[in-house]
């Protein structure tokens, strides 16, 4: 099984090699594009700017219920407290009484509490669905960016193919034209330098 794998293998890659003899092939590293683009940085920065406000809300909306958990707790430790330090004066149907409203609050406390925390999940749910399409809208356009780019070097440099350089084993020299395409892609008006390659 194995060597018929390799033979339909090294068939398709002799066919594909033969038939991209007849054609002009340049390479791109895509995912440098990508990082280096001009406006990667501006879009988060405006990513970040859109999205603090909510993010800094939903952290208080955090510490609120970490604050009402813990004055639920102490609410119910010191009834609890009172209840042990007034038993030896009770009779046992008042402390049954006490100890059944004890009970009560802390189950309306905790149903409280569980209502808040879901509401609160929700919300960053729902934040995080937000950022996330968001973030695929800027991934959209970067990449819309480095297509087009790469289509108007591919056309002046008459390449016929232009491939991702992950997928090349092996490249004559001259033939990646990501600095090309780098170049190409259009600077926004407060652009960060890109790195280097």
Request: net charge neutral.
């Given at each position: ?13 002799l066919s594909s090699s033969i038939a991209m003899a007849e054609e002009n092939i340049a390479f791109i590293n895509v995912d440098y594009l990508y990082v280096n683009h001009p406006a990667r940085m501006v879009e988060l920065k405006k990513l970040d700017a859109e999205f603090k406000e909510p ?143």
């Amino acid at each position: 099984m194995n060597k018929i794998v390799q033979l339909a293998t090294l068939s398709l890659a002799l066919s594909s090699s033969i038939a991209m003899a007849e054609e002009n092939i340049a390479f791109i590293n895509v995912d440098y594009l990508y990082v280096n683009h001009p406006a990667r940085m501006v879009e988060l920065k405006k990513l970040d700017a859109e999205f603090k406000e909510p993010a800094d809300k939903l952290k208080a909306e955090e510490k609120k219920l970490a604050d009402k958990k813990d004055a639920l707790e102490k609410e119910i430790e010191d009834k609890v407290k009172k209840l042990e330090k007034e038993a030896p004066k009770l009779r046992s149907a008042d402390i049954k009484k006490r100890q059944d409203e004890i009970t009560k609050l802390a189950e309306k406390s905790d149903a409280e509490f569980k209502k808040l925390v879901s509401e609160h999940q929700k919300n960053v749910a729902d934040f995080q669905a937000q950022g996330q399409k968001r973030e695929n809208e800027i991934n959209q356009k970067l990449l819309a960016d480095i297509q087009s780019a790469t289509n108007s070097i591919a056309k002046a440099k008459n390449y016929t193919i232009v491939l991702d350089g992950k997928t090349a084993i092996y490249a004559i020299e001259g033939k990646d034209i990501t600095e090309d395409v780098l170049k190409a892609i259009p600077e926004p008006k407060t652009a960060e330098k890109p790195a280097t390659k």
